[in-house]
């Protein structure tokens, strides 16, 4: 695979891996509500007064930096906006959740048309790439939210402790 190809979905590797990162983080503190609210933006706000945050606006920076790069040129997805999104926001965390999912998307979009285009190309290491891109889906996708029930979750639970 030419050597700017390989950058590319290295590239967006990265970033998809800081997707995770980020994701991981706020799980570890407790979810994403712990970042909503009056106190915890403020966290966000004035990193200096909590590691938490600070932690926090490090790794959405780093992953903001990572996707600016990766889809530049398709519209909205620069550095500020990013990083902006990202941040809780007093009345909640949903336009940071709803950000992270749709960046998240529109990596593996971008890895999927790379892939595509390095297979179609019988590209050395495109299989590979494939490979790599599906581990990194079924990885995500198969990740237990912490914290977090559905209803399917919460029948089944019934329903076993009605079996007993």
Known sequence: MPVSEQK???NVFTALNQVNELQNYVDEKGGWDKFGGVYDRFKT????????GANYNALASNLATSTSEVLKGQGKFNYEKINQD???SIVGTQKAQSTLN???KMLI???DELINLAQSQNYYGANEARE???NYISQTSNK???QEQT???LFNQNTIMMKR
């Open 8 to 10: 590319d979905l290295k």
């Open 45 to 52: 706000l004035w990193p200096n007064i909590s590691q938490d």
């Open 86 to 88: 990202l941040k809780p």
């Open 102 to 104: 749709e960046t998240q």
């Open 109 to 111: 979009n971008r890895a």
């Open 132 to 134: 790599n891109l599906n």
């Open 144 to 146: 237990p939210k912490k």
């Open 151 to 153: 209803t399917n979750d």
